[in-house]
């Protein structure tokens, strides 16, 4: 695989579509309104070596014939997925595939460093999130792991111009916002209303102490922003519920150890996005 010019570029691994088609639709909108450049559709057609090697419990084991055929296969339903895509965007955009032998996360991990996407985009399925512990896990390692932005698009989602956005945000880590600084930049990948919410219950009012106000006036100069305090003890359960009230197209989990999105469990990610039926939410770095 060959470095490329540096172009406005999304990731779409392809192997988690089967959970969440509806991201191909919210990312034609999504693409056409931040002027992306290039989409890679990513397939990982991995076989381990016990697949190889022992037999499945159908009693059928894998030999070099069944995975070379996998693969041409997988090719081929890529090809015409990358050409049924091109023909959704006016004026038209790059679609590059990528077929991998290696693991899904190592190939994500891969191809963002050959690459350089700005920004690795997946989809969730609160069905398949809450029977389906494998698939929660991707979901999770990489959004964890990528050294690039993550948007996670649940099923239910239906694109919107992004124009307002929550910022959940511990004010005692306000120096955390300037991740912010990298989705808005002169080439305006995104500039949204920001809607700052406080999940520091001992920091309420913050924002009219005199430091306090000053940082978040120079993290988020060039921005319009409003801040909003937690009022539910259960984190999740009031950045979903505040996210729904002031009908905000998307949520930002801000970087770092502090976040809300990194502080939680595996179990408790999950659950949140399983919760999480319309809002999409963007995994700063």
């Known amino acids: ?48 070596v016990y697949a190889e090697l022992l037999p499945s419990a159908d009693f059928v084991q894998l030999s070099a014939d069944d995975i070379l055929d996998e693969r041409q296969g997988a090719e081929l339903a890529l090809n015409v997925l990358a050409n049924r895509l091109l023909k959704k965007f006016s004026p038209p955009v790059e679609i590059t595939t990528v077929i991998s032998e290696l693991p899904l996360l190592r190939t994500i991990h891969h ?3 050959e690459e350089q996407p700005n920004m690795v985009v997946l ?21 964890k792991t990528s050294t690039v932005p993550v948007m996670i698009v649940p099923e239910c989602a239906r694109y919107e111009k992004i124009e307002l956005a929550m910022v959940p945000c511990d004010l005692a880590t306000i120096s955390q916002l300037e991740a912010l600084h990298g989705i808005h930049d002169r080439k305006k990948w995104l500039h949204p209303e920001l809607l700052v919410f406080n999940t520091n219950p001992k920091l309420k ?64 990610i999950t659950n949140a996005l399983a919760l999480n039926a319309s809002k999409p939410v963007l995994i700063l770095k």
Do not use: C, W
């Open 205 to 268: 009012n913050a924002e009219n102490d005199g430091p306090i106000a000053a940082g978040l006036a120079e993290l988020l100069a060039g921005y319009d922003y409003q801040v909003y305090h937690a009022e539910d003890k259960d984190t999740v359960k009031g950045i979903l519920d505040f996210a729904d009230k002031h009908n905000a197209q998307l949520i930002i989990a801000l970087p770092g150890k502090y976040s809300f999105f990194y502080n939680l469990t595996h179990r408790n």
């Open 123 to 143: 989809g969730s399925d609160k069905k398949v999130l809450e029977n389906d512990r494998s698939t929660a896990e991707q979901i999770i390692a990489i959004a």
């Open 111 to 113: 191809v963002i460093e």
């Open 1 to 48: 695989m060959r470095k490329t010019t540096r172009m406005k570029t999304l990731l779409v691994p392809v192997d988690l579509l089967g959970i969440s088609g509806n991201v191909l639709k919210y990312i034609v909108g999504f693409a056409a309104d931040t002027k992306v450049e290039r989409i890679i559709l990513l397939k990982s057609v991995y076989v381990s």
